[in-house]
């Protein structure tokens, strides 16, 4: 018989040599995963929650809301001190009252929102197609 011993003993001491090299990259393989997954599905998801906190923040009394379940009426009452607010719906002013965090949409327009509202980035936030907006923008000058 054939002794194996030396030929395995010199494959497990190359393998060990290389072996701190490949731990290296996965590791830099799970950082990417992981940085991907933060800026793919965490990130978007809070700042839409900032944005939806800042816009049951600026309920107004008048204002025209949706809630969650559909209800579509008018704000008649806030009430910071209990974070609820009073809608009246449909022709017979039927009052009722609701936590401000069932705010669905708020569907007055208002004229400083509007005007206010930041201009759409693309994919790659406005790095490509800005000589066109430029040429647009000289146009309209003229």
């Known amino acids: 018989m054939i002794n194996s011993a030396p030929i395995l003993a010199e494959a497990s001491a190359q393998q060990a040599q290389g072996g701190g090299m490949s731990m290296i990259w996965m590791i830099a393989i799970y950082a990417v995963i992981i940085g991907a997954?933060?800026?793919?599905?965490?990130?978007?998801?809070?700042?839409?929650?900032?944005e939806e906190a800042q816009m049951?923040?600026?309920l107004e009394i008048g204002d025209e809301i949706t809630t969650i379940g559909g209800i579509m009426g008018r704000v008649v009452a806030i009430k910071d001190e209990e974070d609820a607010l009073i809608i009246e719906t449909g022709?017979?002013?039927v009052k009722m009252k609701f936590k401000k965090w069932c705010i669905s949409s708020v569907d007055t327009v208002k004229e400083g929102a509007a005007k206010a509202e930041p201009e759409k980035k693309g994919l790659f936030g406005g790095l490509f197609g800005s000589k066109k907006?430029?040429?647009e923008a000289a146009e309209e000058k003229k």
């Open 37 to 50: 997954i933060y800026f793919f599905l965490l990130r978007p998801n809070s700042k839409k929650k900032k």
């Open 56 to 58: 049951r923040n600026n």
């Open 91 to 93: 022709s017979d002013r």
């Open 133 to 135: 907006k430029a040429e």
